[in-house]
Nanobody, 128 residues
Framework: QVQLVESGGGSVQPGGSLRLSCVYSGATSNINVMAWFRQVPGKEREGVAAIYSGGKTKTHADSVRGRFTISQDKAKNTLNLQMNSLKPEDTAIYYC?????????????????????WGQGTQVTVSS
């Protein structure tokens, strides 16, 4: 089994920054893809950013590109999401996800059904 625990959420003003972290444990040796998703009440969960084993392949959603950066610290078994220039529309619960292998590669990186393991989420609120 794989366990994922998110942290770092909070409330900030527009233009502010937050850094989310996801510590993973358990049978993690076969994890090759990790991602951040977010969800607001009444809407579908959407992909934010994903990173593949080795850290060389990354993808970010158009809505966050240039503002958010996904990274992984394998020594600490931690996935991070640096969020800068936050906007009110970034308000959501952010989830960490992991999968051993995704058939289709990058084309399915933001398909939530492709991921087997999920954290409980951390709330991010951006408001004045």
């Amino acid at each position: 089994q794989v366990q994922l625990v998110e942290s770092g959420g909070g409330s900030v003003q527009p233009g502010g920054s937050l850094r989310l972290s996801c510590v993973y444990s358990g049978a993690t040796s076969n994890i090759n893809v990790m991602a951040w998703f977010r969800q607001v009440p009444g809407k579908e969960r959407e992909g934010v950013a994903a990173i593949y084993s080795g850290g060389k392949t990354k993808t970010h959603a158009d809505s966050v590109r240039g503002r958010f950066t996904i990274s992984q610290d394998k020594a600490k078994n931690t996935l991070n999401l640096q969020m800068n220039s936050l906007k009110p529309e970034d308000t959501a619960i952010y989830y960490c996800a992991a999968e051993g292998m995704i058939l289709g590669g990058l084309s399915r990186a933001f398909d939530q059904s492709a991921y087997s393991y999920w954290g409980q989420g951390t709330q991010v609120t951006v408001s004045s």
